[in-house]
């Protein structure tokens, strides 16, 4: 049967817009210029590099039986415990007298005793034999012992034989500190540590969908510029030396050697809505080392206008290096997708408020 020539036209014309013009982002965001590369596929960690600290830093959170552990500790009650006991440093030995005395509270013991067990475990193997003799050691345990490990493969050895050997008052750390969960990165709230780029960048515009899901204790989701690269082989600057931005409500901190500190008269916080950490976000931070500036605007939802939130101006702080995703404590579990990088924008404006 002969058809119209206008309804053949419009067959031919839903046949180039079906094939030209299907989605090449997740519903509700922008599709990103030709220029921007994907940081991420949503299926593997093929492009991110995982910070060892993370499994390897204890923190008070991974006390589950803080007063089992003290008294074990201070009565040498096993090889393991008279061990640590006599490996505490000065600090962490008088907090514990005093704990267990009860002449000092809860939070002095828990943030001493985590900070030398920490650097037990960055220090040569515990393992020992007869030490080591009556604790059920995990197949993985196994394993690194007939590999002989070194740098944060030891370090993860170390931790994990404390983990068998205080079941009852160690919490247990995940394998990995980051994984990919429903198309996202997903912290697994392992502990403190850092996800970082394989790559290295200098002046770049970064736009990446995020959301914050839970945490115990709770904290802002956080993203890290200027940093500094690990070495090689063992562990690198805590929040790898850089500059914290808080996503998505613009929260910030200095971590540079030196520094520490909230970064008073670095950051300009801008005038902007709350925005609710649980919903998905889409951030656009645009970066320049050599200038040491970096400024970020947030769209909630994603596909809406963006509003300015941070900027940082510090010259001396801009530095080449790669960009990280930062677990601030234990505990925190966060999500990114849709993560695109441009090098070398040809606009020093941030695209997505307009």
Same mark, same amino acid.
């Given at each position: 049967m002969h058809r119209p020539a206008n309804h053949r036209t419009r067959?031919?014309?839903?046949?180039?817009?079906?094939?030209?013009?299907?989605?090449?982002?997740?519903?509700?965001?922008?599709?990103?210029?030709?220029?921007?590369?994907?940081?991420?596929?949503?299926?593997?960690?093929?492009d991110w590099i995982q910070d060892p600290t993370n499994f390897t830093i204890l923190s008070r959170s991974d006390f589950t039986d803080l007063p089992s552990l003290a008294q074990k500790l201070i009565n040498k009650s096993d090889p393991v415990s008279t061990f640590l006991s006599?490996?505490?440093?000065?600090?962490?030995?008088?907090?514990?007298?005093?704990?267990?005395?009860?002449?000092?509270?809860?939070n002095r013991f828990d943030t001493e005793l985590a900070r030398s067990f920490t650097q037990i475990i960055s220090g040569p193997s515990i393992y020992d034999a007869q030490r080591f003799h009556d604790v059920l050691l995990r197949p993985e345990i196994r394993e690194l012992l007939s590999d002989d490990p070194h740098g944060p493969a030891l370090m993860r050895l170390n931790r994990l034989l404390l983990e068998d050997a205080y079941p009852a008052d160690l919490a247990k750390s995940p394998a990995t500190a980051w994984t990919v969960k429903d198309d996202a990165i997903a912290s697994t709230g392992a502990?403190?540590?850092?996800?970082?780029?394989?790559?290295?960048?200098?002046?770049?515009? #970064?736009?990446? !969908?995020?959301?914050h899901r839970s *945490? &115990?204790?709770?904290?802002?989701?956080?993203?890290? #510029?200027?940093? !500094?690269?690990?070495?090689?082989? *063992? &562990?690198?600057?805590?929040?790898?030396?850089?500059?914290q931005f808080q996503v998505p409500n613009a929260g910030h901190w200095d971590y540079r050697p030196g520094h520490n500190d909230g970064g008073k008269g670095e950051?300009?916080?801008?005038?902007?809505?709350?925005?609710?950490?649980?919903?998905?976000?889409?951030?656009?931070?645009?970066?320049?080392?050599?200038?040491?500036?970096?400024?970020?605007a947030v769209a909630q939802p994603p596909g809406s206008n963006a509003v300015e939130v941070l900027d940082f101006?510090?010259?001396?702080?801009?530095?080449?290096?790669?960009?990280?995703?930062?677990?601030h404590n234990a505990g925190l579990f966060d999500e990114y997708k849709d993560i695109e990088i441009e090098t070398n924008p040809t606009s020093d404006d941030l695209t997505t408020i307009k």
């Open positions: 067959c031919v014309l839903a046949s180039i817009c079906a094939l030209f013009c299907l989605p090449l982002v997740s519903a509700g965001q922008t599709r990103p210029p030709s220029n921007f590369v994907s940081l991420f596929d949503g299926k593997t960690l093929g006599e490996h505490l440093d000065g600090s962490a030995r008088a907090a514990l007298t005093n704990y267990v005395s009860g002449n000092s509270g809860t502990g403190r540590g850092t996800l970082y780029t394989a790559g290295d960048y200098s002046r770049y515009r #970064i736009l990446f !969908t995020m959301r *945490g &115990k204790p709770d904290h802002q989701a956080c993203v890290l #510029i200027f940093c !500094t690269r690990p070495p090689g082989s *063992g &562990k690198g600057l805590d929040a790898l030396g850089g500059i950051f300009k916080d801008l005038s902007h809505p709350k925005f609710d950490p649980h919903q998905w976000s889409r951030v656009e931070l645009l970066v320049d080392a050599a200038k040491g500036t970096a400024r970020m101006n510090v010259l001396e702080a801009g530095k080449t290096g790669p960009f990280a995703l930062q677990m």
